[in-house]
């Protein structure tokens, strides 16, 4: 062979290579945790739930299939179902209440138009459509599925605040883009307004109040309008509105869903041609025409939840034109741009399970305001976000424990984001005090404890803190004098809030003293210790306290209900982050360590729902790194490898629990990367068995003082999952901890790993 031959190998070698190396983005799989299939080895709650469609990093829009309105769904599709009944442009993701959201829902159909959208069972009797998933692709820009029905492929993908759709038709006389307005997960919209604005565009709103369902059934009080601005590429000639007359005493919550007699309303609904306004309590909207084979219609959508002319901007700003492409191209980008802020080297399946967690930990919480900044407050007034984006859906509960620390590492401005928003929705609220689970302003009361106080005390103690942080500390004070332990440091009949307002006391304590309020800071120090006032030694283990000081009636650490919140005593008893050293002399070493390790060898071999560790559910994702605590710290290493692989996969099912708007995957990210905190607000994170060979984060510069920070894992393997040594900066470390400011100072921890538990 010839020099010019070689050197032409050698360059087509090198294109190929090119061709194929994969970007972040193309490991995310979408699919991954989008089902609500609760009978998979016994799961409760659900399983991920989170949804197949496609959105941008912390985007406003969420644009996704839809298989059900109804039921505990909170992303409104789930894999297992046969059918889709449409295509809505905002979703949550992996919630474990009933959900909300899921508005403007589109579906292109052929033949007899149909207002009903139709049961799983019988389809044909109204406009949804079944689908295969052999005919269904999801990824993190582009979403596509063939609707058997009327073959007709759509196919999806999202701006910021904006979504366009690409539907491919068959030929037909009579083909169709229908919209229901009234549509809404877990209920219904309360009243819309649709208006054409020319022949090629339609504006308005939808209304959502609790009593007709939505986040909780109602019961998470959400109250908001969604504002849309939909244009189409094929002009508005056979046009018009359905409406249905829905009687004022009928229930429109989420069991509306699934009521035959519920169904008639609609299936009776009128249909009025080339009306061009309509206001009422369940309105659709549809544009005719006809279509050859394989011709292409697109719809595109600007949102906003503050006025019409703010998703006109929106889609203006999003989306000028009408390149499909480009849209999705523009998304791939963005999407890469984000998962790059960590790259890691292993396996084809471990680096699939990392990126899609990652992806899954930055769609909440989402921007909240429009392109311009407007957003609406806690007040119901409109307001300009200058200089940060106002955001929305706080799961608190749950993201305190990995989702913010997480954060705090990769996206410190979105963390102060969020801590403005916060602060701004206590503020004209004027509640004063932080919610528990914000969802659109709304002050659901979901869950328990003081979340937002541990993530601003957290957020804080790293040096994040571009907010009023005098009215942040105010609010956070009120918060928790609002929501605490009683004078003799408990809750009457709840475990579970008498250890988590400890805890967050802890979290005041920290935020006074660092903000120079000794005084204040001892004296939530001292409520901190309060989880003692629950310690019962004739059990042997923590115990409900009633009103009046008596123990609740003990039925073993093992049953449910007995003052836990999702958990039993077992679970819950090991809620002290705050004082590991005070736990444990409360226990005694031996006994402390006994039951921590019995109450890992008990789990499902799988980490499905059960009552020892219980991975679905966040009380217990801090325990397995209380094991650094024990004379045996390896316990840690190789259970948080089993869990790595054995909770997580890359089927639909990869999930073992709720995804909680971003906690469970922000575990397996943190869990993956070799390092996890216990206590947020403390500044340590435990050490572990790392999943990967390398992982390199990249610090933000505005935050940060060191550009990169490494980890490398020599020897590594499914086997080898033991820490034999560990450096950092070239320097033996002897401890098996590392602070937040050593990450963010940058540089390299080293591991090498053995198959024999070595450090300790």
């Not at 504006?203 to 244009?231: E, R």
């Not at 007699?261 to 009306?275: R, S």
């Not at 979105?414 to 002050?443: C, G, H, T």
């Not at 050593?742 to 921890?749: A, F, P, Q, R, S």
């Amino acid at each position: 062979m010839n020099m010019k031959n070689i050197f032409l190998l050698l360059v087509t070698l090198c294109l190929t290579a090119c061709k194929t190396e994969k970007k972040p983005a193309d490991y995310v799989n979408p699919i991954i945790g989008a089902t609500t299939f609760d009978e998979f080895k016994g799961s409760y709650h659900g399983l991920g739930k989170t949804f197949p469609g496609v959105c941008t990093p912390f985007g406003l829009v969420q644009l996704s299939p839809d298989t059900k309105t109804g039921g505990d769904n909170g992303s409104g599709y789930s894999w297992h179902h046969k059918t889709i009944e449409g295509f809505s442009f905002t979703h949550m993701s992996g919630v474990g209440w009933y959900g909300d959201l899921g508005n403007f829902l589109v579906m292109p159909t052929t033949g007899t138009l149909k207002t009903f959208k139709g049961t799983e069972e019988e389809p044909e009797s109204g406009y949804r459509s079944r689908y295969s998933h052999e005919r269904e692709q999801a990824s993190a820009h582009k979403y596509t599925v063939m609707l058997d029905d009327y073959q007709i492929q759509a196919e999806l993908a999202a701006a910021p605040r904006s979504g366009i759709i690409r539907f491919t038709y068959p030929k037909s006389d009579t083909s169709r883009i229908q919209i229901d307005l009234a549509r809404r997960i877990g209920g219904s919209s309360t009243e819309q307004y649709v208006e054409v604005v020319d022949n090629h565009t339609i504006k308005g709103w939808m209304k959502c109040t609790p009593n007709t369902g939505g986040w909780g059934d109602g019961q998470g009080k959400a109250d908001y309008t969604v504002y849309f601005h939909c244009c189409f590429d094929k002009p508005l000639k056979n046009f018009g509105v359905w409406s249905a007359d829905i009687p004022d005493e009928a229930d429109r919550k989420n069991a509306s869903n699934d009521n035959p007699a519920y169904f008639e309303y609609i299936k009776n609904a009128k249909v009025l041609p080339m009306q061009k306004s309509a206001q009422g309590k369940h309105l659709g909207f549809y544009t005719e025409f006809p279509t050859e084979e394989g011709e292409q219609v697109l719809l595109k959508c600007g949102i906003s939840f503050v006025s019409m002319e703010g998703a006109a901007k929106n889609l203006q700003s999003d989306i000028a034109g009408w390149d499909f492409d480009a849209v999705s191209r523009r998304a791939y980008d963005r999407w890469n741009q984000a998962l790059s802020s960590i790259h890691v080297e292993g396996t084809e399946r471990d680096k699939t399970l990392f990126y899609t967690s990652l992806y899954h930990t930055m769609i909440d919480p989402r921007c909240f305001s429009d392109a311009d900044g407007a957003y609406q407050g806690a007040d119901g007034k409109t307001h300009l976000a200058k200089d940060f984006v106002y955001r929305t859906i706080f799961s608190g509960w749950d993201v305190f424990r990995s989702q913010f620390p997480l954060q705090t590492i990769i996206n410190p401005r979105m963390v102060n984001d969020e801590i403005n928003s916060l602060v701004q929705m206590a503020e004209l609220s004027k509640r004063e005090y932080f919610p528990r689970w914000e969802f659109l302003n709304s002050y659901s009361g979901c869950m328990l404890g003081n979340p937002a106080v541990s993530v601003i005390a957290d957020a804080y103690q790293k040096g994040i803190r571009n907010y009023d942080v005098k009215k942040a500390v105010r609010y956070a004070q009120n918060t928790v004098n609002k929501f605490s332990n009683n004078e003799d440091g408990f809750t009457p009949g709840s475990l579970s809030m008498t250890l988590e307002y400890a805890y967050t006391d802890w979290c005041m304590s920290t935020l006074l003293r660092a903000t120079g309020d000794e005084e204040g800071a001892d004296a939530f120090e001292r409520k901190s210790k309060s989880y003692r006032s629950v310690w019962c030694d004739s059990v042997r283990w923590f115990r409900t306290r009633m009103a009046d000081g008596t123990w609740m009636p003990w039925q073993g650490r093992n049953v449910h209900n007995q003052g836990c919140v999702e958990s039993n005593n077992y679970q819950q008893g090991w809620f002290v982050p705050h004082d590991m050293e005070g736990l444990i002399g409360l226990m005694g070493e031996a006994y402390f360590e006994k039951e921590l390790t019995a109450f890992f060898e008990g789990a499902d071999s799988s980490f499905m729902w059960g009552d020892f560790y219980n991975h679905p559910n966040e009380p217990d994702h801090h325990v397995p790194f209380m094991l650094n605590y024990t004379s045996k710290p390896w316990l840690t290493q190789y259970w948080t490898r089993r869990i790595c692989d054995k909770a997580y996969n890359e089927t639909v099912n990869g999930l073992c629990g709720n995804e909680d708007v971003g906690q469970m995957s922000a575990w397996y990210i943190l869990a993956s990367m070799g390092f996890h905190p216990i206590c947020p607000g403390n500044n340590r994170y435990e050490i572990t068995s790392p999943v990967f060979d390398k992982v390199t984060i990249c610090l933000d510069k505005e935050y940060y003082p060191g550009k990169t920070f490494t980890i490398i894992a020599r020897n590594n393997s499914p086997e080898n999952v033991y820490i034999q040594s560990l450096s950092l900066n070239g320097k033996s470390l002897d401890r098996l901890w590392i602070t937040h400011e050593e990450i963010t100072n940058g540089g390299v921890l080293e591991f090498v790993m053995g198959k024999e538990p070595g450090l300790r």
